[in-house]
């Protein structure tokens, strides 16, 4: 083979390799008018997310103000551009945001004390307390949970929520019509729930915090 031959050989795969790198390669200008650059996975999303994003999988979450499992991410992706100095999403209770991971997992447990046991020196001994215990009226729920029916199932099916900072029933149980849903405020984008009360941390992009603080307001 001539060293034209060869040459000429080298342009063709070359020429071939330009398009396919061209196709892999992704950037900030790749993205179509209705999506926006998302940084921090060096991707292209579209704006309002998907009309139907999965669900994410057992055991996952995502934050559930403006957030969405993304199967493609295999993580929870922004449905809007996230604003400037944004504090990490709020997941919902019971769940903690892991930023390297970009999706809420379960909480740690917290160490519950176990009741004492009964003195050995009383009568009865153990007997005496499991008595004295079916006597009582036993709560449905933990000291600061409240008893929430769901939606949905039997009468008599019900969740423990502490509605002190639960976002989608800040301040009572949103399935009895009590509280309020902090993830549905208009234009809020990272929300959060202080002692029963919805907070606005921040609001999406054409408004701006209320003085109160609880709400955002259309620029």
Known sequence: ????????????????????????????NSCRSNEFWY??????LPHGGPPAPPPPPKGHDCPPSNYYWNNN??????????????????????WTWYSNLHM?????????????????GV???????KRHAHKRSTPLCPSGFDACPIPGMAAND????????ELESC???ASLGQGQDCTAIKGAWNVGCEQG????????????RAPDGQSCIPL
Request: charged share 10%.
């Open 158 to 165: 019900y969740e423990c929520i502490d509605t002190a900072v």
């Open 73 to 94: 991410q295999g993580c929870c992706t922004p449905s809007h551009p996230p604003p400037p100095s944004n504090p990490p999403p709020q997941c919902r209770d019971g």
């Open 1 to 28: 083979m001539t060293l034209i031959t060869r040459l000429g050989a080298a342009l063709l795969v070359f020429a071939a390799a330009l398009p396919l790198a061209a196709s892999t390669s992704v950037s900030s």
């Open 123 to 129: 009568p009865g001994g153990g007997h005496g307390y």
């Open 197 to 208: 009360r919805c907070a606005v941390y921040t609001c999406t992009f054409g408004f701006k």
């Open 39 to 44: 940084e921090n996975k060096s991707c292209c």
């Open 171 to 173: 301040g009572g149980c």
């Open 104 to 120: 809420c997992l379960p909480s740690p447990p917290s160490h519950t004390p176990t009741p004492p046991s009964h003195p050995s």
